[in-house]
Each structure stands twice: as structure tokens, then as C-alpha cells.
């Protein structure tokens, strides 16, 4: 790994992660050759439009990846992890804003997590806005235990077109951190995509890309290191951790 530049110990930290740190743990991702958006189009099964006009065909896509995470007992892998041990060892706020829907993160031990995409380990009613974790499939026959109508159940995910969740605390913790480092993300989708523009722009942070091959915002970030999650994300910490 090329040279590390450490913060300071009581830097605050925050970390944005895609669905490439998760490739590894045996989910897909959207946009490599062979993700999610090669095989299905955003406009059928990702936003509003798409569940209104077809919300079985948007159970039926929620429920694959569901299913493949849930219950093929694909588990947390060593960059989950290693972020984990980051956040127990830190002598200061870490901070991980995760783009994906999967539960890896919590299940590696992190507990200072944001979903700002949502989660498909729970779903949320259309009429009442209740949520409720959820693992199994989901129908337009499911009934929401909160006002108990049925038809308006659906993943408690952010599609396109929506607003991520909680923008406020993110945006706040960007600019106030004084390292940014975001992992396997390919840059494309926003607000996420411009945040590190944000820390450059708002705050003083340090701002470092770990990904499998540059982003498409990469030349924004000060450093950068290129390789697999499992193998660059645990020699980073390590690093960090003065290992
Ligand atoms: C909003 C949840 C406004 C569901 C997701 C034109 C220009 C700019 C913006 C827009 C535009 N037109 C429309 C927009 C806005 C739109 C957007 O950005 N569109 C893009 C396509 C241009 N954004 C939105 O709609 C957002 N909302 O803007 O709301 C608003 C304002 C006011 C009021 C209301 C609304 C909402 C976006 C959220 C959509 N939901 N997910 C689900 O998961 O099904 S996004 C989806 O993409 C996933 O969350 C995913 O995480 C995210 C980003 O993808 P990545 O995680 O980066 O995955 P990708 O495959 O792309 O990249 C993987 C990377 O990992 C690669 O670089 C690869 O090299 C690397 N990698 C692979 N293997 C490894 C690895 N790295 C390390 N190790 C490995 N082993």
C-alpha cells in the first residue's frame, strides 16, 4: 500500500461505503459488468413509478436480493469488519454512511451506521409510513401491522428519485470531519457521489478513495489506494491504527 497519511488520534471520521465492499461477502454490484443494472433496468424496478405501475414485479426483485442475503448465509468479510475495529479502537467519532441496503456492517459490529439508501431487511407501509424489520418475500397481500390495510407494504429502501435518509446528520458530519474516506463506490450515484466534493468544499477534511479501480470522482480525492476491499481495507486500518 502506498504511503498512509495518518490523521490526527482524535480525527473524526467519516467512512462512505457502496456495494463494492460488499462484492467480496458474494453480492452483486450495480454497475461491474456483470451487476445488477446489466441484468434489470432502474426504471422498472427501482423507483415510485416502477411500484406503482408494477409492485409485484418490485417485490419479486427485492425479494431475490433479499433471499440471496438473508438466507444464502453470506457473512460480514474482512473489510466490514476491519471498519468495526476502526470504530472500537478510534479514539474519536467513526462514522459510516453506507449506501447499501445489506446489513453487513451491523453484522461485522459497527453500530455508528447510517442506511442512507435505506434497508431491504425491513419494510415500510406506503399508508402509514410504519416500519418493521422483514426477511422473508413481500406482496401486495402482506398486511401493514401498524394501520392494518393491506396492498402498502414495500421495501423500506430509497429509490431514484427519492431523498436519502438522514441528510442532515451527513452532511453535518462531513463538514465537520477531518477524514474522509470512501469504499467501493463507483461515484455515479447522488448525493452520495458528491460528497467528498462537500468535504472539500465545506470542511478541512483529508479525503481518501479505497475502491477496486479509480471512481469516477476520483481525482477529487487528496489519496487513493486500488485494490480488493478485503485486502487494502484491513492494511488501511491498520494503518491508521498505527499497527
Ligand atoms: C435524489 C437503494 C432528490 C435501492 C439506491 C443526473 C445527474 C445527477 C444526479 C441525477 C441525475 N438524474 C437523476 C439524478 C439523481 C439520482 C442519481 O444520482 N442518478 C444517477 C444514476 C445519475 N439520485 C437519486 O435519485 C437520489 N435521490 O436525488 O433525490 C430529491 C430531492 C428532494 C426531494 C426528493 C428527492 C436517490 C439515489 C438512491 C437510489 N437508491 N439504492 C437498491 O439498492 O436497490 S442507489 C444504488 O446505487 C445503490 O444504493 C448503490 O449503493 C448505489 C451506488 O452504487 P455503488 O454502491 O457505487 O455500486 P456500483 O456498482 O456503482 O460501484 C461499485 C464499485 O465498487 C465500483 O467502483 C467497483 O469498481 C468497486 N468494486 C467492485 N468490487 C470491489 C470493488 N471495490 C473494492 N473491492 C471489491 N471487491
Redesign the pocket.
Known sequence: MNRVTKPEPNARIVILT????S??SGLE????PD?IWAKVR?EDV?TPEAFLRDPERVHAF?NM?RKRALTLNLEPNAAHKALANLEARWDAEVLVVT???DSFHERAGTTNLIHM??R?AEARCNYCSHVVPWVGDMSVHDVCEGCGRPGGLRPN????????LEMERIQEALAMCDLFVSI??????????GFVALVRKLGRGHTVEL???P?TGASLFAESHYG???EIVPRYVAALLGA
Request: glycine letters at 16%; zero cysteines; hydrophobic letters at 35%.
Open positions: 457502496g456495494a463494492g465492499i462484492q467480496e454490484t450495480f454497475r461491474d451487476g432502474i427501482a427485492y436480493r449506501q447499501n441496503v439508501h435505506g431491504h429502501v430509497v429509490w431514484f428519485g427519492e431523498m436519502p467501493g463506490t463507483s461515484g455515479n450515484v447522488y448525493p452520495a457521489a475502491n477496486l479501480e471512481s480488493r476491499a478485503t
